[in-house]
């Protein structure tokens, strides 16, 4: 069965960095693509970033850009989120999750979720 660990979150100041990292193992599809999401409390659930297995084709939400970076090492089935300047608002349980589809980075077209690891930025 398909499963997806995520680790790196903790606590911030603003203007600080964290790593998240997600790996997959188990997998009994071929992997199409890898997005990262957020959820803060009494919201929905939003797309943060993402990127394709093969091609390294990279997405990123308007809030993030310039500031988090994702990228992969196919060898050790591994993404990362590599998130600089972090901010108050980026505060959130963030969540990986992959697809076997070449679908829009929404929550619902993707199939296999990690458990999340939170993210809090003090201000």
């Known amino acids: 069965q398909a499963q997806l660990v995520e680790s790196g979150g903790g606590l911030v100041q603003a203007g600080g960095s964290l790593r998240l990292s997600c790996t997959a193992s188990g997998r009994t599809y071929s992997a199409w693509k890898m997005g990262w999401f957020r959820q803060a409390p009494g919201k929905d659930r939003e797309v943060v970033a993402g990127?394709?297995?093969?091609?390294?084709?990279?997405w990123y939400a308007d809030s993030v850009k310039g500031r988090f970076t994702i990228s992969k090492n196919n060898a050790e089935n591994t993404v990362y989120l590599e998130m600089d300047s972090l901010k108050p608002e980026d505060t959130a349980v963030y969540y990986c999750?992959?697809?076997?589809?070449?679908?829009?980075?929404?929550?619902?077209?993707?199939?296999?979720w990690g458990q999340g690891t939170q993210v809090t930025v003090s201000s």
């Open positions: 999750a992959e697809t076997d589809r070449p679908v829009p980075y929404v929550p619902g077209q993707f199939h296999v």
């Open positions: 990127i394709t297995w093969r091609e390294g084709y990279r």
